[in-house]
């Protein structure tokens, strides 16, 4: 490629609405264009990258025996309206009327569409397993579109959906897409964690993140370092810490006037955080009678909603009101805790609670606080699970160590389905014995366009951005010096330029005229991983400089060697 | 690839809604999968098709210095509100709300878009010309979705859009485009046709259909087999046959009771149908006036209505009312004519007409006819101009020959915009002066799904589909006889097909286990266009058998010359 025939636009600073790094420097490289909330034109350059990441993809789906299709963007409600998608999903499925008022749904994901396809033409357990996958602009209606390509409204997903005859099956086909997200991932040349993740409202029977670390990432992964385990922050068991102890305080009330924080009672009584106890009151409310529960976490633990959810009993919980708080308690919200309740509620300690001795609790009185409580000694034995997310060096529930976290960007997402859509939809085949038995299926996920901004997340610096070469826009750059006055320079890059695609390097020439430190900065700052400086100074002694996008310095290189030096750097 | 591995579903009969040839072979062949009206799955079969058309159209708008990007599919009404467009368009154009309530158009092409997106980035005329393109789903709710992937809802498209500082610089950009198309439709293997086009309704100074030549089509080409000249019917220009002779018979009005139909009144006084002449009454009204034309073509020939709008004073014409006939020729219609109207009338007439001399036409007085009317004689000269459709035989506007008609389906369009979008819009740039004036502009379609539609009513057979080598979805099928029970025919069949792969050939394997028949048929109706049958009778003489999809039989080949021979026969 020639920049003369490329469209190049830079800006020096962001739009003030971009917040986050990838995203400012995706607007400053002139990667994208936003039309309107979280819809962005893709721009020459950032095209490029996403053709390179839709390709990595397409390869590895294929070798994995995936095939590939494409489903409409448009689909019909009644689909939707079959698995209940259609009201069970809120204002984020876009919907639309067509002329004579039937309804469609712009697709964010294609279950109904390829379960559809699936049914008419899968008939014997013959044509078992398959895989079909599409890469598709897809459309969310964000209650909040931010940050870029990260969470935009209009995106570019490819999804991939297996079908099996059982279970056994599908964690097979889970297993090697699992397997070729690996390869995907490795290839983008990306640090990424794949993590176990909760299955949460999709339903199903397994399911595992893959996110692109990076400091800037919104969620939490957690996993040992000595070991295989790893999972998200929602999904990560929490073991208690520690044995429980003896008693070796009286139980004593306190006076804590005012404090109603665990950190506010530690300062006053000079006990560490970590003697303390946190109480969460919860109301369950079913057939109009109220429930109470008393979730006990250590003070400086963090509740984790989603395992709230599934302890027994508190599948739709509702934090207590205050009036509740008094019926219940007898006391304002700040001084609750296990120890003489107004009315009988169930406690429920989180396990590291649970293993506490001598601690101190809020004592259902204002102003008051027990200090040296104990379990079964001055109140009865509480139900125990686990409620909290892990913190570092939790010990790893596989036992193999103790717990690391880092942050994360999710790009992509396998899951195991089983038969929810398959059964809603009556999609079956015929087994061995001429029996129909329902499809179990998997579903697989990858945010293509989020991907760039999660790589650039990872990857960049003060000059902009530093892309792995496999998804860089360009591998290479020339940058000749004074191509308008030098016959020499002029001609060691054309010929430089031809032998470098011969070699299949995807290479782009500075042909514009620009200075050299405007020149620089633009591809420092889109990100090319490679570039080779090309001036008369170096040719007379038969020399070109190469630098490396993060190299601090230049490297001379011999004209005759440069193809094969840069085939080496690129591993080609 | 292996058939087993990939996904192929063929049908005996194609369903009821399927119309057209090309429709019904896509459904039985398994390329598409109708999921709502207009709106189709690709199939993996489809699927790959597609992509070589995208392929070979991205490539030749790469080498001709368009840029590729990607524009969104939903698109902000505010940017067609800006143009007008969002009124002018009817239902065709698909609207949706937010979940915020602002409106959207999902795109039928992108004009506005292309238009906003370079009145920010461009500035001076130095980036100038500059052409971008992008391939991207379009939806276009039209009122009877019909015949496929030839008129959906849900298509693919390729639209570029190029911009230029003056009229020159557009038509060089637009010439550039010309000559991309033909290389493009040429590289698809299609036999194909560039006509002259009426700009129609988007305005602008020139404009070409790209046309694939099938007798099914439903536009009607014309052409000079001896000169250069080709236009779509609207917008060839009719000439005079012959020159008009001197009056030889007196005007006689002549009985003609209930025939209202050139062709009945031919008939009834035995005078052949091109001495008579048609009358069609049209009313223009404005500011609350009518006006009144008569418009007169010879009886064999087809009023042009395209012609008809531009005929001064007659942009906005409507057909006149019985009424309205009444009372500007004192008759019923179905006896009009150009002599002694009641009030005075426009007259008129075709080229062809105004050079008739002793015609037939209505005397203005019900059941009668003039014969032997004249034109200056027995009633003023008329206004003439160009009102019809050409015919085969007429003269060649270009002057080297007669005309010739075929039918074409669309699939191509290049026009010159000039000004309209960028005036609308305020897309100016600044000339060598700083003075800032609008982008002359050009817009060049491909309808790059209705091309798979297109070219299949070129080519197919009885037996099925016979893709042209470039788009086919494989360029050839192995087609191995009892490959689970002959060693030789497996050890065969393995080795050519790495063979094959190696030399680049787009191969697939028919390893599914069927009867020769049934895969034989399965090939022929996906229109493979390249078969090679790995038998074990032909392998102990050392042959393989090769037929191409239109060949009568097959062609024994030695073992060891196939792969040359089947690049032989690819031009590879």
Known sequence: MRASRFFISTLKEAPSDAE???????????????????????????????????????????????????????????????????DKMGPELMRVKDRHGREFAIQPTSEEVVTDVVRSELKSYRQLPINFYHIQTKFRDERRPRFGLMRGREFTMKDAYSFDRDVEGMQKSY?????????????????????????????????????????????????????????????????ASGERAAPTQELTKTSTP??????????????????????????????GKKTYFLLLLRADHELNEIKVNKVPGLKEFRFSTE???????????????????????????????????????????????????????????????????????????????????????EVGHVFQLGTAYSEAMGATFLDEAGKPAPLQMGCYGIGVTRILGAAIEQNFDDKGIVWPDAIAPFELVLCPMGLD?????????????????????????????????????????????????????????????????????????????MVAFIKGKLGK
Chains 1, 2 share one sequence.
Not at 188 to 216: Q, W
Not at 260 to 267: D, G, L, N, S
Not at 513 to 536: N, S
Not at 540 to 561: F, H, I, M, W
């Open 20 to 86: 986050i790094v990838s995203h400012q420097l995706m607007m400053r490289a002139g990667m994208i264009k936003r039309l309107g909330s979280g819809i962005y034109t893709y721009m020459p350059t950032g095209l490029r990258i996403i053709r390179k990441v839709e390709n990595i993809i397409r390869e590895e789906m294929n070798k994995a025996g995936a095939i590939e299709l494409l489903m409409p963007l448009v689909q019909p409600a009644e689909l939707w309206q079959e698995t209940g998608r259609w």
């Open 175 to 239: 297993a090697t897409m699992f397997e070729a997200y690996t390869k995907i991932f490795t290839r983008f040349g990306l640090k990424f964690r794949a993590v176990a993740a909760d299955n949460g409202a999709i339903g199903g029977t397994g399911s595992h993140e893959f996110h692109v670390i990076a400091s800037t990432g919104e969620d939490a992964l957690v996993y040992c370092p000595t070991s295989s385990y790893a999972a998200n922050i929602e999904a990560a068991e929490a073991l």
């Open 258 to 287: 005012g404090k109603t924080k665990c950190e506010a009672v530690a300062e006053l009584l000079d006990i560490p955080l970590q003697h303390h106890v946190k109480s969460i009151a919860l109301t369950v409310e079913a057939e």
């Open 323 to 409: 009036a509740e708080i008094g019926e219940a308690y007898g006391t304002v919200p700040g001084y609750l805790g296990p120890i003489n309740t107004k009315l009988p509620v169930t406690v429920v300690a989180d396990r590291t609670v649970a293993n506490m001795a001598d601690f101190v609790c809020g004592a259902n009185e204002a102003d008051y606080h027990y200090v040296g409580a104990n379990w079964g000694r001055d109140c009865a034995e509480p139900l125990v699970a686990d409620l909290r997310n892990v913190v570092e060096g939790d010990p790893s529930p596989d036992g193999k160590g103790v717990l690391a976290i880092e942050r994360g960007i």
């Open 485 to 561: 006055r030098s016959e020499m320079v002029r001609e060691h890059t054309e010929q430089l330029y031809a032998d470098l695609q011969a070699a299949g390097i995807d290479v782009i020439v500075d042909d514009r005229g620009l200075r050299p430190g405007a020149m620089f900065a633009d591809w420092e700052l889109i990100g090319v991983p490679h570039r080779i400086v090309i001036g008369e100074r170096g040719l007379k002694e038969g020399n070109l400089e190469y630098q490396g996008r993060r190299d601090e310095a230049a490297t001379s290189v011999p004209v005759d060697g």
